[in-house]
């Protein structure tokens, strides 16, 4: 979701599972135009991550009882409102079949309204307007959701960060900049907790 110019499925295709490239019409008209359509286990399709209608928009399961779905977002949340970022994740706990993973990165409240201090955001004239405070916001969407994972991205730059990270956590609560994976369950007394 909000795919750009990213072209995993020439580097994630195993022969046998399909893979959806979604993001804004225009940004799908310059990608088709650089990246032409080739595999028929690929495909794009339209979609606005605001609107309340994005998990129809992508032809995600109409049940829960379907097979899990693992949905990626990179570099798109951190863009949204706090309220539009709460909707997606509730509707991903709300629709998603059981164990479906939602995987996305995220800065830390201190990066929001800081897009200007960004070297490679700045001359956008893009605007960081989310960011985490507590991994628990994470889940207070929607009932369903569980944190499965947390990648700290930036310890893996080297040394300098990984001295400094747990000195950001002690006094931020949260990493600076993280990928996370949401996993849907369902209640019930072998639910995952």
């Known amino acids: 979701m909000g795919c750009g110019l990213s072209h995993y499925f020439q580097w994630l295709d195993d022969d046998k599972s399909r893979m959806t490239d979604a993001d804004l019409p225009e940004v799908l008209e310059l990608r088709r135009e650089l990246i032409p359509e080739t595999h028929e ?5 339209s979609l606005d991550l605001t609107a309340p209608d994005w998990w129809e928009q992508l032809g995600l399961p109409r049940k829960r009882n379907a097979k899990p779905v693992f949905l990626f977002t990179e570099g798109v949340l951190m863009y949204l409102q706090p309220g539009q970022v709460r909707a997606v994740l509730a509707t991903f706990g709300e629709r998603a079949p059981a164990g479906s993973v939602l995987a996305f990165d995220a800065m830390c409240w201190l990066a929001v309204g ?23 916001e994470l889940t207070q969407p929607h009932p369903r959701l569980r944190l499965d994972a947390t990648y700290r991205v930036m310890q893996g730059i080297g040394w300098p960060y990984a001295l400094f990270a747990p000195m950001v956590m002690l006094l931020l609560g949260v990493p600076l900049y993280a990928v996370y994976a949401l996993k849907t369950v369902d209640p019930g007394p072998d639910a995952e907790t």
Do not use: M, Y
């Not at 286990?41 to 399709?45: M, Y």
């Not at 800081?114 to 507590?134: D, L, M, N, Y």
């Open 41 to 45: 286990r690929h495909d794009l399709r």
């Open 114 to 136: 800081r897009a200007k201090q960004h070297p490679s955001v700045r001359t956008t004239g893009a605007e960081f307007h989310w960011g985490i405070r507590r991994e628990a």
